[in-house]
């Protein structure tokens, strides 16, 4: 197939894909002669097949100390040459095919994916075998991404936004592995060799880590082959990475950081609550009512709609694998963060002192369950999907029953949800910019 001519029927097919019609039943778990677990919607409605998978636990906190950015350097470089294939040849021969191949590291686990013609899917799976098992981290490559990482640091030291989920990582995890920045620092960049990407990516690169999705037009039994193909040769298990759970810290203090720009930026937070609680669902629904998209959150009314502070405002739960957040976040003009974060605050103390009521719970539930169908929009998207699913324990009947769980929330239990979760005295902020009657506090 001309390059060309893949790249075109790939990105048309992405853009009229809307995926399986995924249910319960749809879905299926299977397992490889070599034991390969993965979850798998069959969907031939498009010639596509997308394959989601994670390294669970092999985030950038398990980063050895001394060498903050090591993850992000290996996800970027995975790609970059693997076996007897060169960097450029191992580029071309993805676009040759119209494969796209992806990583990226957050701080708990670590992603890859592969979206590829099914046509092309014997010598896109081969790929992606290759940069698993024998990746080459040549010193050219290893020299440009460095390059760019720290390009991209010193671009990130005068950003606001960068400044500012900075100085809030390292407030709220002081201490904790989670402080550090994915994307590394100056000095543990410039350290890395070769063989630290090796080490690194042979002790989590391992099959008792492994949390597969896949979707698309692949039949069960080659799946199963490929499966073996790409991952059977992976270690059975690494090192022990131990990362210990933490409660956020920072609890009510502000700090402003001043930066000469016309508007303020700030995050604001305290510890949430963890996606396997039996409140999760309330807790979910009542965050919604609280600063939500989407809908006419709180938040928003008062901050946009009746004060003009703010374009936009936000509040979600953030659940990690060794701590929990709620965390919002705001932009206002310098004159107006003040006003601002009073207002944040004030309505923060309301909703964990009374609590929604009726109609904003059942205007919650109803933008939840008609707003979920419309993020399964492409095989990708439910690849995603079925890994998040298995990560967090969900069940392979979810898909179905998610709407009656969040359905089964009652008034009492959001209410009662509320006033555990939300405690305006503990909201730690961090603002950068020139707040005007704003001052850090100790």
Do not use: C
């Amino acid at each position: 197939m001309n390059r060309y001519t893949g790249a075109f029927l790939i990105a048309i097919v992405t853009e009229f894909s809307f995926g399986a019609d995924v249910k319960a039943t749809n879905i299926r778990q299977i397992t490889s002669d070599r034991g390969i677990v993965a979850w798998f919607v069959r969907d031939k409605s498009v010639p596509l097949i997308a394959v989601n998978f994670i390294f669970r636990g092999a985030g950038s906190a398990t980063e050895p100390e001394g060498l903050a950015g090591l993850a992000a350097m290996s996800s970027a470089l995975l790609d970059e040459g693997a076996g007897e294939i060169k960097s450029i040849d191992f580029q071309k021969r993805l676009e040759e095919i119209a494969a796209q191949l992806s990583f990226s590291v957050g701080r708990d686990h670590y992603s890859g994916s592969l979206r590829t013609l099914s046509a092309e899917r014997r010598k896109a799976f081969q790929l992606l075998k290759l940069t698993l098992n024998k990746p080459r981290f040549d010193k050219e490559p290893i020299e440009r991404i460095r390059g760019q990482m720290l390009a991209s640091l010193r671009q990130d030291a005068e950003n606001p936004k960068r400044i500012l989920a900075k100085r809030w990582s390292e407030t709220v995890f002081r201490g904790h592995p989670y402080s550090r920045p994915s994307d590394g620092n100056e000095n543990g960049i410039s350290a890395i060799k070769n063989t630290d990407l090796r080490t690194f990516i042979s002790e989590r690169f391992t099959r008792d880590r492994l949390v597969i999705g896949v979707v698309g037009d692949i039949s069960e039994v080659e799946l199963k082959q490929r499966l073996d193909e790409v991952f059977g040769d992976l270690p059975e298990s690494g090192s022990h990475l131990h990362v210990s759970k933490m409660s956020p810290l920072g609890s009510g203090r502000t700090i402003v950081i001043k930066r000469p720009i016309p508007q303020s930026v700030m995050i604001f937070g305290h510890s949430g609550i963890n996606r396997k609680d039996p409140d999760w669902y309330a807790a979910f629904l009542v965050t919604r009512v609280l600063g939500g998209s989407g809908f006419s959150s709180r938040l928003f009314e008062e901050i946009r709609e009746k004060r003009g502070l703010a374009y936009s405002v936000y509040a979600y739960l953030s659940p990690m694998e060794k701590t929990a957040l709620v965390v919002g976040g705001v932009a206002t003009q310098n004159a107006r963060a003040a006003q601002s974060l009073m207002v944040i605050k004030d309505e923060w103390e309301r909703i964990g002192r009374e609590g929604i009521n009726e109609k904003e719970l059942a205007d919650a539930k109803a933008y939840s369950n008609g707003s979920f169908p419309l993020r399964l929009g492409s095989s990708r998207d439910i690849a995603r999907l079925l890994v998040a699913m298995q990560i967090s324990s969900l069940g392979i009947d979810y898909i179905d029953k998610r709407s009656s769980m969040i359905n089964s929330v009652t008034l009492t239990d959001a209410n009662r949800v509320a006033r555990r979760l939300y405690d305006s005295g503990k909201l730690t902020t961090v603002i950068v910019g020139e707040p005007e009657g704003l001052e850090s506090s100790r």
